[in-house]
Every structure is written in C-alpha cells, then in structure tokens.
C-alpha cells in the first residue's frame, strides 16, 4: 500500500521520503496499531501534533508576507479559513492521502476514512513527517503546491473582505465614490451566475462573477485590487 502512496507522492509532488517509517506512522490509526500488537507500530497522534503547528507557522509566515498592508484581524480570519478541519480534509482528499490510511477492522466497517476529523488528522501528520524527514522548506513546497494556489482561485473567499480591502485602499487619501453595477446575469434559473463592474468615481477598475451578486462584487473588488497594486509596484520598480 505504501508503495503506490510513494510512487504518487514522487510523480505528483516530487517527494521522496527518506525515512519511511515516519511516512507509515503518519497513516496509521490507533485501532490498527491495537489490531496488530505484535509490530510495534507507532499512530499518528504524536507527528500530528507537530504537523498542525508546522502548517500554523508556515501559513503564518506566508500570509504575512503576502499581505503586508492587510491588518491582524482580517490576517487571522483568513488563516483560520485555511488552517482549520473542513479545508485539510479536502486537502487530503485531493492528494489521495484517504486511500492510505492503515485503520482497525471496527473503524473501517463504520466508515472511519471517510469522517472529515480523521482526514483532517492525516493531513497533519502527513506535514509533520515531512518536517521530520526533510524541513521546513520541504514542507513550504508541498504547501506552495497544494493550499497557498488556492487564495488565487477563491477557495478562501469566504474569509476575506475584498470590497473593505478596496475602500480602504482606495479612500487613503481622501474621499472616493465606489459603485457596483450589474453587468449581466446568465446561466438556468437554478444555477444563475451573475457578473458585476465596480466603479472609482464613474471609472471601471475591476469585473468579478459569482453565484450571488455579493460574490460577484468581492471578485470584482479583487481583481480591481490586484490592479491597482500591480500598478504600484510597476511604479515603484520604474523608479528605482
């Protein structure tokens, strides 16, 4: 079993565990450890431990460096959307990590690989045996491949204030009119998407879509944000 789990960790990640018992151990529930007393084997509680404040850190660390301008609040609601149990299980279940798991015969008859808590669990213990077997930059890599592309792609939208972001970015130096208006709504009556323009004094800085207006608007509010910044830091480089 843990061999085709090596052979996918090495083609999808380029991850080559150097000590494969911390690979085992990290997969291993306490009721198959409890099955099989004769091994010495070791489950996952300890190196899950580590794993999650290993992902605190490093998630941290990213967001803070990412966003310098965003402030403590809003930098602590939008790890908290990443570091928390629904976000890890669905990362586990996209790196297959559901499919490895050595668990007790009882655990498996009541459907134990699939509970979100437990796939959760793995994903930690899954970060905490990289960091034991190779460091922190090895678990940065992995991160960088499958949480951190996910802030472009809205999966944390939900923690994140753009339209505020905007209004504070754009209403630094004095009073700003922003306007979202309705570009158009398409799709079937139960799957209607909508696509909304915002405006800076009668001016069209951004377009976003979603399934709500209000998604819409956020999207529309981040995309006029990453302009804006990217004019900036055109700017400043131009400059110097």
């Known amino acids: 079993m843990f061999e085709k789990l090596k052979t ?13 018992d911390l690979l085992a151990e ?11 007393p004769n091994e010495n084997l070791k489950f996952y509680e300890r190196i899950e431990f580590l794993g999650d404040a290993v992902l605190q850190l490093t998630v941290s660390e990213y967001l803070y460096k990412r966003y310098p301008d ?13 570091v928390q149990r629904n976000s ?5 279940l996209e790196c297959h990590f559901d499919q490895y798991i050595r668990l007790g015969k009882g655990e498996e008859k009541e459907g134990a690989r699939h509970r979100k808590a437990l796939l959760c669990d793995i994903f930690e213990s899954f970060i905490g045996a990289l960091y034991l077997d190779q460091g922190k930059a090895a678990v940065e890599k992995f991160i960088g491949q499958v949480i951190f592309p996910k802030l472009d792609q809205g999966y944390f939208d939900h923690a994140m204030d753009y339209k505020t972001s905007l209004q504070e970015w754009l209403q630094r130096k004095g009073s700003v009119n922003i306007e979202y208006k309705l ?29 709500s207006k209000k998604a819409a608007e956020q999207q529309a509010a981040l995309q006029a944000l990453q302009k804006l910044k990217g004019k900036q830091e055109t700017l400043l480089t131009h400059n110097n």
């Open 8 to 20: 996918e960790l090495k083609n999808n990640y380029d991850i080559q565990f150097n000590n494969t």
């Open 26 to 36: 990290a997969f291993t529930q306490a009721s198959y450890v409890n099955e099989h």
């Open 70 to 82: 965003m402030p403590q609040g809003k930098l602590t609601r939008l790890r908290a959307a990443m």
């Open 88 to 92: 890890f299980a669905s990362f586990a």
């Open 183 to 211: 570009k158009e709504e398409h799709g079937p009556e139960n799957n209607l998407a909508f696509t909304m323009d915002v405006y800076a004094n009668s001016k069209k800085i951004g377009e976003g879509s979603g399934h």
